[in-house]
């Protein structure tokens, strides 16, 4: 039994459900929505997809969960550590009791503002066509030299070398420090590539060959990386007179310098493994150049063996070549003989076959000349005044001889001749007698 209480109140009863349902909805209608800034601990993944872990500072704790589809929205992996801002509904988990944040958005800290600014720069560069993949170049398959721009006390440059030595020892590396993180770091970075410009297209004495350029960090926040988003550096990337390969953060990270570079590498260490293939392969493929070179050497040699042995067997016995040579001769003595043979034949035949038609073509051709002159005499014939003049017809002349073709030609009292069919006539031009 509850004694009452003063005033003459009963106390309330509550069930434990009903209480923290109350206690959650008090804080819901309190605080929701909520916005916290801490670090994430205890971070873990269920198969499910839904996200479980807690986000602390120095004066407190709160347990998180964020459910499958607000965790597929994440655009990075978080880890134990990290410093992130998140938004949520807070409440109160009846099973256990426990005040709990239901995260529905969650992103680094200071990542808002900086991703906002990290998308305009992009979005301004890709514009001008810094990003376009028509403008970036293949990486030489045997560079001769390596250029590395990274801190020297970052774990990217043992990453790097012990790739390098280990895949290609051969090859010599040129290392120009610079800082890779904080406000000089931008500044620095470009000071180090303008450097290893200047030794690409001028080499000093003693100094590599450069080839290619690597260009590495390790990973890290967003604040971290926020020197390879500098404009000045993305420029720069762009005007390498070599190829230049950008290994920076994770697999997940992505910075302007990413999408400048001719060749994004997911890490540092594979950045190292793209510059080059390792050594092994080119041992192997020497080892498979020997082999056909060995070869080729060898079936040139007994080519040359076989060769030799013929002459040799010739120059031995020369009584056999000279032998060989003769039935040459005379197999083409032959030949031409019956070469000659048969074209006499030949042109006998063709003699004979002239011979026996010779008459019949010589006849044949007088046989035409005869017809053509016959028509031709024909022709003529019917051309002589002689049968004009037998229709009773007159050629009429002067005494000098010219025919007369006009009255004009024969005025009164002219003489005149008149040639008939059977003989000639004199005649005297007489005036018209008029009627």
């Known amino acids: 039994m509850f004694e009452t209480a003063p005033g003459g109140g009963a106390e309330r009863i509550w069930g434990v459900g009903a209480l923290c349902l109350a206690v959650g909805d008090t804080l819901a209608a309190r605080f929701n929505p909520v916005a916290v800034r801490g670090e994430i601990s205890g971070f873990s993944r269920a198969a499910s997809g839904h996200c479980y872990f807690s986000i602390k500072d120095a004066g407190g704790q709160i347990r998180c969960a964020m459910f499958r589809r607000a965790a597929g929205l994440l655009g990075f992996t978080p880890r134990d550590g ?11 988990y009846e099973q256990r009791g426990d005040l709990q944040l239901v995260v529905e958005h969650l992103q680094r800290a200071g ?111 967003l604040e971290d990386l926020w020197a390879f988003n500098d404009e000045t550096l993305a420029r720069t990337v762009v005007q390498s007179p070599v190829p230049l390969i950008c290994g920076v953060g994770h697999e997940t990270d992505f910075s302007i310098a990413d999408f400048c570079a001719d060749l994004r590498a997911a890490t540092p260490t594979a950045a190292a493994e793209l510059v080059c293939a390792p050594r092994e392969t080119w041992l192997d493929a020497l080892q498979r150049l020997e082999l056909r070179l060995g070869d080729a050497v060898q079936r040139q040699l007994d080519e040359c063996h076989l060769r030799l042995d013929q002459a040799g067997a010739r120059l031995a016995r020369p009584s056999l070549l000279a032998q060989r040579e003769g039935m040459r001769l005379s197999a083409m003595a032959a030949r031409l003989r019956q070469a000659m043979l048969s074209t006499s034949e030949r042109k006998s035949q063709a003699y004979k076959a002239l011979e ?62 008149a040639r008939l069919a059977d003989g000639e006539i004199d005649l005297t031009v007489v005036p018209p007698r008029l009627l």
Do not use: C, N
């Not at 990290?82 to 109160?92: A, F, T």
């Not at 990290?118 to 030299?145: H, I, N, Q, S, T």
């Not at 046989?367 to 053509?372: G, L, M, S, T, Y």
């Open 356 to 417: 026996s038609d010779f008459p019949q073509k010589i006849q044949s051709a007088l046989d035409a000349r005869r017809q053509r002159l016959d028509r031709a005499a024909l022709r003529l014939q019917l051309l002589d005044p002689a049968l004009v003049l037998q229709r009773g017809y007159a050629l009429l002349q002067t005494p000098a001889g010219e025919l007369v073709r006009s009255v004009h030609q024969a005025p009164p009292a002219t003489p005149l001749r």
């Open 111 to 221: 990542q808002g503002a900086l991703f906002e600014q990290f998308l305009r720069l992009k979005e301004r560069l890709e514009a001008e066509g810094l990003f376009d993949p028509a403008r970036k170049r293949a990486l030489p398959v045997a560079p001769r030299g390596i250029g590395l721009v990274t801190s020297p006390g970052a774990a990217a440059l043992h990453d790097v070398v012990t790739a390098l030595r280990r895949r290609v020892p051969h090859i010599p590396v040129l290392l120009v420090p610079a800082p890779v993180q904080g406000a000089q770091a931008p500044a620095a970075l470009v000071r180090a590539l303008l450097q290893l410009y200047a030794l690409t297209q001028a080499p000093t004495e003693g100094a590599p060959a450069i080839d290619v350029i690597v260009l590495v960090r390790g990973g890290g926040s």
């Open 82 to 92: 990290d410093s992130v801002e998140l938004r949520g509904r807070l409440g109160v």
